[in-house]
């Protein structure tokens, strides 16, 4: 599966950004899918991830109550919704496939990830 990360870009502390990862190639309907981010000098870290089935959703301790993921399994597609975005939220970040079994696993680590997408910069300015 590929896959095509958009809608990152420049905004001011407190306002939102929405992000979008489409798939071509497979349909994302048997994959867990995740958002990680890596802003430099430091480690890929996970920001959200959702199960194949959307049953479970987990999120990065930074940005719960802040990001929402979801996703359209008919529009292959997978969002994130990025809300109240702090300076510490700049980095770029990357939409990410999983062929997991299970429809109520999505993996923490971005080892357990098989395909990526090529990053969106999200810069946020104090």
């Known amino acids: 599966v590929q896959l095509q990360a958009s809608g990152g870009g420049l905004v001011q502390a407190g306002g939102s950004l929405r992000l979008s990862c489409a798939a071509s190639?497979?349909?994302?309907?048997?994959?867990?899918m995740g958002w990680f981010r890596q802003a430099p000098g430091k480690e890929r870290e996970l920001v959200a991830a959702m199960s194949w089935s959307g049953g479970y959703t987990t999120y990065g301790i930074p940005v719960k109550g802040r990001f929402t993921i979801s996703r359209d399994n008919a529009k292959n597609t997978v969002d994130l919704q990025m809300n109240s975005l702090k300076p510490e939220d700049t980095a770029v970040y990357y939409c990410?496939?999983?062929?997991?079994?299970?429809?109520?696993?999505?993996?923490?680590?971005?080892?357990?990830?098989?395909?990526w997408g090529q990053g969106t910069q999200v810069t946020v300015s104090s």
């Open positions: 990410a496939a999983d062929a997991v079994g299970a429809p109520m696993i999505a993996g923490l680590d971005p080892n357990e990830y098989d395909y």
């Open positions: 190639g497979d349909s994302i309907s048997g994959y867990a």
